[in-house]
């Protein structure tokens, strides 16, 4: 069974950081690509950054510059370092593996940005 734990969230100001980390369980990680979404409030659940097994990584453009995803394939963790947020950062944050096809989250992990 898939396991995904987000953490890091918080409270933070505009300009400010903050490092998401996702732990994996239950998947062979370091063969699957691990995704960061984020919903906020009203809104879609939209991709972020992507980083597959060999560590390649790909971002939204909204993020670019500012979020850069990492993963640890000894401690199966995936991380996502938050630089320079803006209050449209806020959301929840969460942690994706596609595992047999389906989509499989985290709980998830609030960030807050105030302006």
């Known amino acids: 069974q898939v396991h995904l734990v987000e953490s890091g969230g918080g409270l933070v100001q505009s300009g400010g950081s903050l490092r998401l980390a996702c732990t994996a369980s239950?998947?062979?990680?370091?063969?699957?690509?691990m995704n960061w979404y984020r919903q906020a409030t009203g809104k879609e659940r939209e991709l972020v950054a992507s980083?597959?097994?060999?560590?390649?990584?790909n971002y939204v453009d909204f993020v670019k510059g500012r979020f850069t995803i990492s993963r640890d394939n000894v401690r199966w963790r995936v991380f996502l370092q938050m630089n320079n947020l803006k209050p449209e950062d806020t959301a929840t944050y969460y942690c994706?593996?596609?595992?047999?096809?389906?989509?499989?989250w985290g709980q998830g992990t609030q960030v807050t940005v105030s302006s």
């Open positions: 994706d593996v596609r595992y047999r096809g389906l989509p499989c």
């Open positions: 980083i597959t097994g060999s560590g390649s990584t």
């Open positions: 239950g998947i062979n990680f370091r063969l699957f690509a």
